[in-house]
């Protein structure tokens, strides 16, 4: 009896020490959110008195896949000589920061450089050195979808012009600060790929390499090219709250949050340093709860979003039938609402899917690709092409970031002009 006595009395103190524990959390949660909130409020303010400024990406809010091909285009500029000064210049740069022998021995000479081909955000391929080169863009920190990048690897094996050797391939995951992916979205591939593999920062990798090393080498001649640079530094700069015309603002920010944190009733540097390190900890906990929250909420959206489509949408002809995804043998992972018409008797979808972000997609039989296509059918896929600017096997498709009503206003009328054409 004395022992069951004990064993509750220790059970009940341990519940006790939980819901302690849990109130602590929330109570440090409210503390920082309140303060964030706070100095939100005192960087507009402060912002306000700032001497105006303009930057054109700003103003366009751009997603990941936007980052990717602004990294695309730079990678494909080859100077009046024909070299690729900017690829070679982002390689040499790899090769100082990486320490295995495997990354000291990248060759690109002829490349081809895609962006979103195949869903891989950032493609090198030199055929020539049989040289492949895989960059994930995670600046804005979003999740890894399953198994991704060994799903990006096999897709670099089994490259219809090469089937590359793992020794041959490489990946490169960009983020922010420089974070390592989930151990999942390896597959089984993480230890064979530990020493082709590199984690590359926005913040202290890009920023620097385009700063310090690209800038420099950009030709007289090419001031679009410069202006273009220049304006994608400072979005980057203003992304991490350290433009130089800042400066002022931050340091009025960061005594207003040190007050806010009580740092100045603190005259030992060890614990105002723990304080912020408690700080940011609380923060960064915080952070991942929403960004979790974000991703559920993205979801619900998603499916809210998919039931209102297919209650309301009327397809404009006998043509076409609502894609019945739920029923059909075709990949339907991510697909949230489509319609099916024919291609040379074949069935074709235009479907509305999301991943990370939505995207609208033609899901083509393969023997369309490499069968002689009826002239109908020819007509069909140039209009597809005006709208959706990315190809891969039997897909054809766009990314809307999260714009509901952008990718559905895009499948309406891609609709309609494909009535037309039928």
Known sequence: MASNMSASTSFSSSVELLIAFQSEMLQAYNSILDIAQKAK?????????????????????????????ILSKLLQYRDPEGRYIILESLIEFIKGRGSSK?????????????????????????????????????????????????????????????????????????????????????????????????????????????????????????????????????????????????????MNLQKYISDQLGLSSISDPDERYQKIEEAIEDLDELKNALAKMKDQV??????????????????????FKVYDYDNDEWEKEDILFGVEFECDEKPTHLVIGADDNLFCQVQRDISLRSRKLSRRSLSIFSTINRYLDQEADKYIYRYFGKDFDEVYATFCKLVKAIDKEI
Not at 47 to 63: A, T
Not at 298 to 319: E, I
């Open 102 to 250: 495997e990354l000291k021995n990248i060759s690109i000479k002829s490349p081809c450089v895609t962006q979103e081909k195949g869903r891989i955000d950032l493609w090198v391929r030199d055929y020539s050195t049989k040289t492949a080169l895989i960059f994930e863009n995670k600046i804005y920190g979003a999740g890894d979808r399953d198994k991704q990048l060994f799903r990006y690897i096999e897709k670099t094996r089994n490259d219809r012009k090469h089937r590359f050797e793992d020794s041959e391939i490489f990946v490169f995951y960009l983020t922010k600060f420089g974070d390592d992916p989930s151990e999942q979205t390896w597959g089984a591939e993480k230890y064979n790929f530990r020493n082709r593999y590199l984690a590359l920062s926005f913040r202290y990798h890009i920023l620097h390499w385009l700063k310090s090393i690209v800038i420099p080498r950009i030709p007289q001649k090419d001031d679009y090219l410069r202006s273009a640079i220049l304006q994608y530094v400072d979005f980057l700069e203003g992304l991490f709250d350290i433009r130089e015309i800042n400066k002022s603002l931050n």
């Open 298 to 319: 993205f979801k619900d959206r998603t499916k809210h979003y998919a039931k209102k489509w297919k209650s309301c949408y009327r397809v404009p002809s006998k043509k």
């Open 41 to 69: 409020k005192e960087h507009d303010r402060l912002q306000d008195q700032e001497p105006y400024q303009i930057n054109v990406i700003d103003e366009l809010h751009i997603n990941e896949n936007a980052h990717s091909r």
